[in-house]
């Protein structure tokens, strides 16, 4: 599809990623994709119900937006194995990432995973975590992540991203620039971490510099705030983390998403406008909002109303959508 023909209300709902609730087509669903034109779903277990539901209700996605003239939609999901697995049996059920003996385990799971997910129309897993738990810490993310060793989260991590994307699944890999020194849950409250630049290119960066070589599709930033980095916003938020550190300083050229901008670390904090605003200044290409409500169309109103009121930020915009298409040619309309 021509970007250059796309209306600034389709250039507007590319930037998002959005749940629903319901387990069909239903009318807030064609809402989305119609009117609102969004450019992923992200899909949750009150969502899914068994294999020919699942099958279903991607395929009437894809075509509803096929009849409305759309791009193919990202449609994703988190089944990272282990405590994070949306889909249940009878697809199958993986240990998690703390039990990987080594790269064996890795390729499993990514390959099966993969084909269960392109079996069922879903094109998109929000995995692998590439957090770095350090030892000794009671991180929020030990029952998910590789483990404390950089080297070891980079190998399995690659691994899971290889063959994730071999098979046409997007890989988006989470939770930049590292979660895993965090002991507060983002999603009620919003952890700082008092470190730099330096101390993370060792240890939290070593894993997603990797995955950047390896032309991972996405990455996915954190809420948390990274004070000596930036003291004023979450890495999800912020310029000089997603715009100076992730996409220039290590020249990431995939789509950068949020992490879910309904959990307690952005919402107890920011309206909509201003994090939207925020999101389009840091060259965030896609704000993820997992829940059905108001958010959605707010932030898709204010979208549209900055691409006509500044045109830096509208030819920011123009790259963003670039590279959202240049995902979607590569993967869903070849």
């Known amino acids: 599809m021509d970007i250059t ?6 250039s507007a709902g590319q930037r998002l990623m959005v749940g629903f609730d319901g387990t069909e087509l239903n009318q807030d669903l064609m809402f989305l994709i119609d009117t609102l034109k969004v450019g992923g779903i992200i899909l949750f277990a009150g969502n899914l119900s068994n294999r020919d539901q699942i099958k279903q209700l991607c395929l009437s996605i894809q075509d509803y937006a096929r009849s409305c003239g759309q791009p193919p939609l990202f449609i994703a999901i988190d089944q990272e194995g282990g405590q994070v697995s949306r889909l249940r049996e009878p697809f199958t059920r993986f240990p998690g990432n703390p039990k990987m003996k080594g790269p064996a385990d890795a390729v499993r799971f990514a390959r099966v995973t993969a084909a269960e997910l392109t079996e069922v129309g879903i094109n998109m897993n929000l995995a692998p975590v590439l957090d770095v738990v350090p030892k000794g810490v009671d991180s929020v993310m030990s029952d998910r992540a590789f483990g404390h060793d950089p080297m070891r989260v980079t190998e399995l991590g690659v691994t899971v991203i290889e063959h994730l994307q071999e098979s046409k699944i997007m890989s988006v890999a989470k939770h930049f620039p590292g979660i895993g020194r965090t002991k507060l849950d983002s999603h009620v409250e919003m952890p700082a971490l008092d470190i730099d630049v330096n101390a993370m290119e060792s240890t939290d960066l070593v894993p997603f510099e990797a995955a950047i070589k390896h032309e991972v599709s996405g990455i ?37 998403m949020t992490d879910d ?9 920011y309206d909509i406008k201003t994090v939207i605003r925020q ?11 997992c829940h059905k409500g108001p958010d959605i169309e707010n932030a898709f109103v204010e979208i549209l109303n900055t691409l006509g009121n500044s045109q830096s930020l509208k030819a920011k915009a123009a790259e963003s959508v670039k590279r959202i298409m240049k995902l979607k040619r590569k993967y869903l309309l070849s």
């Open 261 to 269: 901008l309904d959990m307690g670390a952005i919402k107890k904090y």
């Open 220 to 256: 996915m930033v954190s809420h948390i705030l990274y004070k000596k980095i930036d003291p004023e916003w979450p890495a999800s938020l912020s310029i000089p983390i997603a715009g100076d550190l992730l996409r220039r300083r290590m020249g990431f050229d995939g789509i950068i």
């Open 279 to 289: 999101i389009l200044l840091a060259d965030i290409d896609m704000a993820l909002i």
């Open 5 to 10: 023909a796309f209306s600034d209300e389709q």
